[in-house]
């Protein structure tokens, strides 16, 4: 399976942006998709994931209450949508896939990415 990621670009502080990431083809080992993001200089950190059989979802501290991961299983896209944005928001995002349904925090859980897209905060 592949992943694409789109809907990355620069916005205000306080503005809004929704980000989606496009799977390939359905693959029944993905259990979960997960967000992670990475600003320069800085170590990749997952922001939110989704359980994909059972649409349970998980959110890291920096973005609680402000993100929303949601997944639209006929589409095979997954979409992150990003509210109240900060300039410490500002980072490479990227998608990824895991065979875990656990939906673990680290990056080492997931075994496939996407390229990314760069949302950038002012």
């Known amino acids: 399976v592949q992943l694409v ?3 990355g670009g620069s916005v205000q502080a306080g503005g809004s942006l929704r980000l989606s990431c496009a799977a390939s083809s359905y693959t029944y080992n ?3 998709m997960g967000w992670f993001r990475q600003a320069p200089g800085k170590e990749r950190e997952r922001v939110a994931a989704i359980y994909s059989r059972g649409g349970s979802t998980y959110y890291d501290e ?3 209450d402000r993100f929303t991961i949601s997944q639209d299983n006929a589409k095979n896209t997954v979409y992150l949508q990003m509210n109240s944005l ?3 928001d500002t980072a490479m995002y990227y998608c990824a896939a895991s065979r875990d349904a656990l939906c673990h925090t680290s990056r080492y859980n997931y075994n496939v990415w996407g390229q990314g897209t760069q949302v ?3």
Request: glycine share 6%; charged share 35%; with cysteine.
């Open 5 to 7: 990621e789109s809907g």
């Open 30 to 32: 993905t259990k979960c």
């Open 62 to 64: 920096p973005v609680k």
């Open 86 to 88: 900060k300039p410490e």
């Open 120 to 122: 950038t905060v002012s």
